[in-house]
């Protein structure tokens, strides 16, 4: 059974930074791309950013291009964003994916169907 854990989240003032992990057991992310999302109240999950397999490459939405940095570390199949210069735009319930495909230069993915729980980000002064 495929778990997706998602943690990292909480309460920061605007400009601050937190750092978003996943974990994912029953599934060897190693041949994955994998994805972080967002989801804002009442609306769909929108994709913020996406790494390769070996994390040569990644790719962001322009909304948090030169703020957020996606990483992963295979051996703990585990994959991280590190989120910086937070904006009050960046509330959002976060969560991982590990993507059927993805493109980190059209940004197109076709996630899986693996999702955990999320993990909630507050940016609030």
């Known amino acids: 059974q495929v778990q997706v854990v998602e943690s990292g989240g909480g309460l920061v003032q605007p400009g601050g930074s937190l750092r978003l992990s996943c974990v994912v057991s029953g599934l060897t992310i190693r041949i994955y791309p994998m994805t972080w999302y967002r989801q804002y109240p009442g609306k769909e999950r929108e994709v913020v950013a996406v790494i390769t397999t070996t994390g040569d490459r990644t790719g962001y939405v322009d909304s948090v291009k030169g703020r957020f940095t996606i990483s992963r570390d295979n051996a703990k199949n585990a994959v991280y964003l590190q989120m910086n210069n937070l904006k009050l735009e960046d509330t959002a319930l976060y969560y991982c994916?590990?993507?059927?495909?993805?493109?980190?230069?059209?940004?197109?993915?076709?996630?899986?169907?693996?999702w955990g729980q999320g993990t909630q980000v507050t940016v609030s002064s």
């Open positions: 994916n590990a993507a059927k495909a993805a493109s980190t230069i059209t940004m197109s993915v076709v996630p899986s169907d693996y």
